[in-house]
């Protein structure tokens, strides 16, 4: 392993167990010092989002030059979802390290094990089949995945946290898809390919919380909140869940 702070990164692991850890390397007076941060994610123990006062803070102490989390019970092999915003980061100008280690409690001791290195190497994910993990590949990243290889446009993109629609205020669909260039057609309107489909998934403010898209032959494509992406046919309970169906008009 590079000279990073490996003992500081395995300690921060440990003690976040179950939950996942996150930090961040600066170089701080010519040397390379773990920052450790809060783990702010609503679901810590399958995800981590590092916390904005804490990334703020390190980035006072130096350069930022990586990106380190955990994995508890499972081995530190990027994910899907950690290959995926390794690219939105680069995208956004941020090119970091990240650093993963795996984290296992082996009856009643909690230890770190190996520690991967991962660097952007322009991984996309697949259209189907790829697994969930909300604001980095949920249904939404799979409607601007499909817009970009289909049509080579560029959606926007948008912060959503993660169980917005139970938050008894937000309407995150019905406001942004007019800003992605969308417009609606009507709830029961004929769609064609390329048509987003707004559905209410279990929404406890009552609003549009799963988006698909329509590829012809009365299919969507869609990625389901904790499932795999796929394709499946356009009717039953997605048509009964349709709230709108929208159009891109650019």
């Known amino acids: 392993m590079d000279s990073i702070p490996e003992k500081d990164f395995r300690k921060h692991a440990e003690e976040a167990y179950p939950e996942e850890c996150c930090g961040v390397i600066v170089v701080f007076k010519g040397r390379q010092r773990y920052v450790p941060c809060r783990n702010v994610a609503a679901t810590p123990t399958l995800t981590f989002k590092i916390s904005q006062e804490d990334y703020s803070n390190a ?3 130096g350069e930022i030059i990586a990106i380190c ?9 990027p994910s899907e979802a950690d290959l995926t915003e390794i690219e939105i980061l680069k995208e956004a100008g941020y090119d970091f390290i990240w650093y993963i280690t795996g984290v296992f409690n082996d009856a009643g001791v909690v230890a770190s094990t190996d520690i991967t290195k991962t660097v952007s190497s322009g991984y996309k ?3 189907i089949g790829r697994s969930f993990s909300h604001g980095i590949l949920d249904c939404y990243t799979l409607i601007r995945d499909w817009y970009k290889e289909e049509h080579g446009i560029e959606l926007p993109q948008f912060k959503r946290d993660d169980d917005w629609w139970n938050d008894g205020k937000s309407d995150l ?3 942004g898809f007019p800003q992605a260039g969308f417009v609606s057609i009507g709830q029961s309107a004929s769609p064609e390919i390329g048509d987003v489909i707004l559905m209410q998934v279990r929404s406890k403010n009552m609003v549009p ?7 012809g032959n009365s299919m969507i494509l869609h990625h389901l909140y904790g499932r795999l992406s796929s394709r499946d046919i356009y009717g039953g309970q997605w048509r009964e869940a349709t709230t709108d169906i929208l159009r891109y008009k650019g």
């Open 69 to 77: 989390h955990s994995h508890p019970n499972k081995s530190s092999k």
């Open 209 to 215: 919380n799963h988006a698909g898209i329509y590829i």
């Open 59 to 61: 980035e006072d102490l």
């Open 125 to 127: 994910a697949p259209l």
């Open 173 to 175: 669909y019905r406001e």
